[in-house]
């Protein structure tokens, strides 16, 4: 069920049964020249989906916006800040309890350590408050793949997985030419241009990426998620 | 075009023309038993697109949560604070003028004076900053055709226009039972169960409402935003 | 009675009593070549002294300082950030509770939408906190008279009801000297230059103002207060 | 020349002259039981406007309230935080200089090391942006006649010389039943009834006050201030 | 050389010669039964001196607190906010700038992701502001030992690598009876007793610490850093 | 006992006992050209482990930097802003309240007015939630041996009794040449370039410093402390 299409009486109702609620959190961040902004929101929007199908729950309005740093000067990315985002959060999880839920899973489609820790630390805030709340990133359980998908190579931002995952997801966005992106040791220097750890714009070889990695990966990660949520919450 | 589906490429070559970008504002509220909670993200989002339809641009990803005062104790408002929202728009601002974009119009669906105080603030700042920026509500139009529409009932939250509106954009979304919603004058006092100003939890009879008085206030909010927006920024 | 003029031991006694506690909030702010920049401080002490002369209470210290968009450029406005007005008001009023009082009235003189909203979220605050707490400005109750006393003519800030209840309180402020003042409509774009929406520095034919009129309408807003004061808190 | 009771214009003409500022702090504060909780606002506001008599310039609104420790917990004290307060200073010094103000005097009633440390932090501020500032409160002049006025007694908060300086200054406010006022050394504790260093909620012997007294202190708080702000903005 | 030691002239003439300055970042947080709270600051501050000795450069005082949140509840844990450990860095980082200081390397005991985001976010504000910054948990190269000195067994906080190099460092504080202590896997979910993932306090068996273990990992780690310093600054 | 030095267990072991927690507060400032940066730490440092000699206790990691304004702009200054300072001892005070420590003593070497006011709102804050918490710079201790160690010579930072009392301490870090310092009156002017009241960097004959009227001081200050916090905590 979609929150915004519930009615306010609906909504109560639902709530009486201690649902799970979900909340995606996508982000606006350049992927290379051959995946679309919208990438790490259509990810989790699409696991949450299929996750809310498998256990049931009421599914809340995406937050549309993350923190990011490595991309942040590349055309495209639009990022909110850290406090900005952590309060987010914070307030809807506040109102969350408020209402009653008792019961919040949130999947950040971005996996940036910045961008989670200021979710991590709203989450504590939340648990504190008494309210029981899973938080992870879809790539957590997406990378555990990396090895079976990738054959050794490296991978990472808009890398072979993560335009398969597109390439099954939204196959309409994902451009046919594509290219292979490098990765630069940043040796622990905090730089400027942070970007110059990923000169093409992404990592990986993306020319390795089809539908049917996309799909095993997908599949994994709401199947592995699924079994995560019920252990969570139902256990 | 949204936003979400562009490549980091696409956008950035859209961005040398000078588009203007549209930015969305939801929000998740009660709008009384008749009407979704995504009410007031799902008129801005029609006005958008069809505005942008009319003059082009690009369309960023919606803001799914606003900040409520008279609604907030109704199950399912989902609210955020005024800090929090004044800090989303202000990021977001910012990342567009990174960006290199010069001119985005802000639709909100709701109509609360501290939300979109909140709102005006952050534009302020963009504007100090050289963003041509235009902020309004959608209702602030719809209004203006209450008269007309209302036959001279009073009419708000909830009520015959908005109810009319989403019949005609979600026509599946809105209950066919519905009834009529008081309005109570709270003399200036600042209460801290404010929703007591609406006893039904919606302003207006909503058994008024039809699919043609939402065509007629959909379409003239739409020719008379594409005219302002024409205006603003092409004149 | 004066809170300043009372002594430690006279305001615990009072307090007992359960009075009413009124905050005056004035503003220096540039209202045309014609009147004084403490026009919105003169006029909400000038009804506070009157409702509190009808009532009964005790008169707090002005907050002589507040937050302006429009007039922010004009020479002698001082503005104040929305965050300090907030807070200034929200620490008043919890001062205010800590000492025992539990009725606040509140009229500012300065009618901007977001020099209100930050009034208004600190007196939500309160009132979650448990104290009543009334807040206008004494324009919502002046501008009644539009009509009755503009004849039809456009009117607003620094204007015919503005200028005419200046000369009612305060006439040596008010110069003889006196033009027109156009508005020019901003439609929804929020500028920098924001003054430029009153290219006078004012709004309405101030010429047309005079005492009676201003007497007229500070009669009007002393006794709607007045009423509306016994209304909220003795009922 | 009073800042409220000039037009937007007469104040933009004066600042063409680089006119000094002057900003009265006061408080709302508890002094005992024979004098007013305003007894630090009326100390600055006359030492202001003698001061300006002598030397000239603009007096801008009084900021009516303060920041309090010891005091915080008697009955009267309306006492805001830290924060707010220099946010508040910050603000209005921001204005000035947008305003093209060059000089200001701040002249504070209460002399709380804590209240003073939030007015010079927004000073520090200023003045790294070029303002000329001066900040004192005028108990640190007041305070340099102890010895003469108080024939070697401890004085302090509502002692000798306050009473004495509002029995010159307000005479109709100061009570005629006087007692002495006791001092508890706390030793470095910082305590959460920090008032019980002021047992009878001030210091000194208030019988020992009168006009005469009042008077010589005031005209050296006068006279003082006038040959500091003469050699310091003249010079 | 240690900041603390020099004078304010050799500092300046020091800055000239463009020096590297040290900021060890350390911890009061408890580390099991058998490790001192103090763990996480030995540590940093061993490498840091043992790295300048090699390299040159100057040691400024070391951040005796960081953000915690496993270890939180434990008794000994003294934690300071995400907000207060990036304002301190930020302010240090400013001031270092200031002063023409344009080299640092941070180097932190503690891992704590949320932790190393607020440290990151401080030092990417650093960088845009011209600083070269290099910033690494001293445990980011530690842990490359692993597979090396702990043969397979997991190991995490206060285990076999940490009590070991405590052993090499301070062998006075490590306590003779030690146990294994077990890992608890959360499975994404942020709990207030987010402790219970560490049953014992700490990961790993602390039995099979040893001083030479401690002292190959802390070779490794001085070698390594000093290497990684000279790549990124002289280079 | 160092805290640093104690396992977990025996934190909680020792607080059990209801002990005394010393907080060194330190500061990185300029102290003219012949003492250390670090002389308001070693001077803190070495009176609260003396004092803790005397009456037990447990003594907390030094927070290694202060507030300052007057010597902001010398070389070598490291200053952190009033609310990094307030939060870190707030935070840290809360932290020991959570461990269930009820009696702090904090010594700040620093005596800066701003410096301690951010210390003081801390203290005040735990002292309202319970805590038992004594705060003074050793300065104020210090200070009271002026007229006997000076000889009714002006004096003050980095002057006789400063340079006198490292001299005591850390001998080592004392330069032998040294002059005199003079002092400038600011005529409460606040300046950007607030240090010209110390033309030389320091105030005082620093010629007549020596070990033995070092001695003495921090002989009085341990043992006029060790009396207090007697006093304070167990009588």
Redesign the interface.
Known sequence: M????????A??EA?KKDPLVFLPI?A?E?????????TD??QPEFVVNAVCENVGGII??????GQH?STRN???????????LR??V???LD??QR?GVGKVVIVSGHLG??H???I??A??R???QGL?????SDY?LAYLKKTEVCEGMPDGHGGIIETSRIMDI?PD?V?SERTEGGFVDM??????D?ESCLPQ?FGGDARKACKEKGRLVNQFVVDTLTD?VR??FEG
Chains 1, 2, 3, 4, 5, 6 share one sequence.
């Open positions: 979609r929150m915004d299409e519930m009615s306010s009486a909504f109560a709530v996508g606006m350049a992927h290379g020249p051959h995946l679309p902004l919208g929101t259509f809340a309005p995406t937050i549309n916006y740093s590349f055309p495209g990315t639009i990022d909110i800040s850290f406090d900005t309060s987010l914070m307030d809807i109102a969350f209402n350590s910045v989670r820790a200021a991590k630390l989450c504590e939340a648990a504190r029981k709340v899973m938080f992870l957590e939204r966005l451009s040796r622990f220097m905090v730089r400027a942070a714009g995560l252990k969570n």
